[in-house]
């Protein structure tokens, strides 16, 4: 149990280290992941799309 509260306690104090985002910052980082995830997303489906019509064409 003693070695739980000294984990406890200096991770404690590794946090007050961090420097932490501001919230602006969080936004920005946010909306940069969703149009990252959504830009790949549609060159995915267009890649998927264009391998499928390939095969549909080559194996009828």
């Known amino acids: 149990m003693n070695k739980l509260i000294k984990f406890l306690i200096e991770v ?3 946090l007050k280290k961090v420097t ?3 919230p ?4 920005i980082a946010t909306v940069a992941v969703i149009v ?3 830009i790949v997303s549609v060159y995915l489906w267009v ?3 264009a391998f499928s019509r390939i095969l549909d064409y080559l194996f009828k």
Do not use: G, I, M, Y
């Open 12 to 14: 404690k104090e590794e």
């Open 20 to 22: 932490w985002p501001s």
């Open 24 to 27: 602006q910052q969080v936004k």
């Open 36 to 38: 990252f995830t959504l």
């Open 47 to 49: 890649c998927d799309l």
